[in-house]
């Protein structure tokens, strides 16, 4: 049997340290108050999955959901202000 093996080094990917970037972790940081705030919506709809809202059910529901948008705009928000200050 013949071995048959990649003639060109770009062919075979790189070996990966596993570790991500500086600019991975900044990243993660600018998002991390998005990240927390679908945590807690995830964590109010999980809890009231078994059960009957009650009012105050769909009160932190709609709470959490207008801090994960809350959240979302500021990010947009800082996004934007930082892209069109790069740009000036």
Same mark, same amino acid.
């Given at each position: 049997?013949?071995?048959? #093996?990649? %003639?060109?080094? %770009? %062919?075979? !990917?790189? !070996? /990966?340290? #596993?570790?991500?970037?500086?600019?991975? $972790?900044?990243?993660?940081? &600018?998002?991390?108050?998005?990240?927390? @705030?679908?945590?807690?919506? /995830?964590?109010?709809?999980?809890?009231? $999955?078994?059960?009957?809202?009650?009012? /105050? #059910?769909?009160? *932190?529901? =709609? =709470?959490? &959901? &207008?801090k994960v948008l809350t959240a =979302? *705009?500021? $990010?947009?928000? *800082? !996004?934007? %202000? @930082?892209? @069109? +200050? +790069? @740009? !000036?």
């Amino acid at each position: 049997m013949k071995y048959i #093996g990649a %003639v060109q080094a %770009v %062919v075979t !990917a790189p !070996a /990966l340290d #596993g570790e991500p970037s500086a600019a991975e $972790l900044d990243a993660i940081e &600018r998002e991390m108050p998005v990240i927390q @705030a679908e945590v807690e919506l /995830l964590d109010v709809q999980i809890s009231l $999955l078994d059960q009957t809202p009650s009012e /105050l #059910g769909v009160q *932190r529901l =709609r =709470r959490a &959901r &207008r801090k994960v948008l809350t959240a =979302r *705009r500021d $990010l947009t928000n *800082r !996004a934007a %202000v @930082a892209q @069109a +200050g +790069g @740009a !000036a």
